[in-house]
C-alpha cells in the first residue's frame, strides 16, 4: 500500500475545506503541512468534556464563517492520547494555533464567541 495516497494519513485537502478529523497518524500532514497554506486550529477535546461541548458548536460555526480561511482539525483526546502528550495538555477543551508547521498560540478551557474571533484573527494569514 501507497502510504503517501492513503487518505487516512493524506487527506486531500482544499481550501474549502473547514473541518477534518486530526488522527495520530494525519497529524503531520493535516496540521504541521496545512499550516504552512492556512492556519490551522488543532482542538483536542473528549466527549465527555462539558466544556469541550460548550466550544465545539462555536468552531464549527466560526470555521463555516471563514469558509475555509483556516482549517478546524478535531483531536479526541480518548483515541490520540499521543497528539496530547506531545503538545504537553493538561486540560480539554485545548485549542492550539498553527502557523508555518509550529505552535504560535493556545488557548484552554470553553471561550466566549469574541474571545475565539480575536484568536482566529490575530493569526490568520
Known sequence: MDLHAHPDIHPQLGPKDFVVDAT???FEHVAINESS???????????????CNVLMP???K???EYAGDF??????????MRIAGRY???GFPT??????GAEVDRFHSAQREPFVV???????F
Open 62 to 64: 466560526l470555521s463555516k
Open 37 to 51: 497554506k492556512r492556519l490551522v486550529l488543532v482542538d483536542i477535546s473528549a466527549d465527555w468534556c462539558g466544556p
Open 118 to 124: 480575536d484568536f482566529i484573527e490575530k493569526h490568520l
Open 95 to 100: 485549542v492550539i494555533a498553527f502557523v508555518e
Open 88 to 90: 504537553k495538555v493538561r
Open 24 to 26: 495520530e497518524q494525519n
Open 71 to 80: 482549517l478546524l482539525a478535531k483531536v479526541d483526546a480518548d483515541e490520540n
Open 58 to 60: 462555536i468552531l464549527d
